[in-house]
């Protein structure tokens, strides 16, 4: 579709629980980005990365950490979570440069439960 | 501070007519617009722009107007179709590559 792809689509997790999203961009993109969306809220950014530098951490928790080991990949590690964390989780990209453009690419997202 | 927002929540459209959404902005030094779709279970995807430098841009059944005297922008949307149901979000540029996104307007079209 996008040629973002998000993995899991579901996910269910305790509050003790340890778990990951992954993102992966196949669009030769250089900036990659962390939303969350929530119902009736507009999308919160949350991270951004740019040529795989961390370059935005929009206050977000702790319990929050993302990785991004190289321009094509983007994890969410997730640990002791809140239930108010459960929300739709937005990967996308975008070619930051001179005469790139502002678009960003979406993948579908990862809806997260927390129990 | 810097916020993008719409004006109505929700819009119910008969098939066929045209669809009009409407966004209002505040940051005056912004130069760059951006038009999402999300339908169900999907993420947001691009359906038009429009640079500051513009005062109107036409796709493929859709135009954006924007008025910078009174900071505001609007998607419309002609003939339109079933499939147009979705939430519609209005975005502007942040800077540095970042868009600030708006809470979304709900479309549905009646048969």
């Known amino acids: 579709e996008t040629g973002v792809t998000q993995t899991p689509r579901h996910l269910v997790m305790g509050m003790t629980n340890k778990k990951s999203l992954k993102c992966e961009q196949h669009l030769g993109h250089n900036a990659m980005y962390w939303y969350k969306q929530s119902a009736k809220k507009p999308l919160e950014l949350m991270f951004v990365y740019n040529f795989k530098e961390q370059t935005e951490n929009n206050s977000v928790p702790s319990r929050f950490s993302p990785e991004c080991p190289n321009s094509s990949h983007l994890f969410l590690h997730l640990h002791t979570l809140q239930p108010e964390d459960s929300a739709l989780y937005l990967c996308a990209s975008s070619q930051a440069g001179a005469s790139a453009s502002y678009e960003q690419y979406f993948g579908p997202g990862t809806r997260l439960t927390v129990t | 501070g810097e916020s993008v927002g719409l004006h109505l929540p929700t819009l119910s459209v008969q098939e066929g007519d045209n669809s009009i959404i409407n966004c209002a902005y505040s940051?005056?030094?912004?130069?760059?617009f951006i038009w999402y779709k999300q339908e169900s279970g999907k993420g947001p995807q691009f359906i038009i722009d429009i640079r500051s430098n513009m005062d109107k841009r036409q796709g493929q059944r859709v135009t954006v107007l924007l008025n910078k005297t009174v900071k505001h922008l609007s998607l419309q949307i002609a003939a339109t179709q079933p499939g147009d149901s979705a939430v519609y979000f209005c975005?502007?540029?942040?800077?540095?590559?970042?868009?600030?996104f708006g809470a979304g307007t709900t479309v549905t079209v009646r048969a």
């Open positions: 940051n005056s030094a912004s130069d760059y």
């Open positions: 975005a502007e540029n942040k800077g540095d590559y970042k868009l600030s």
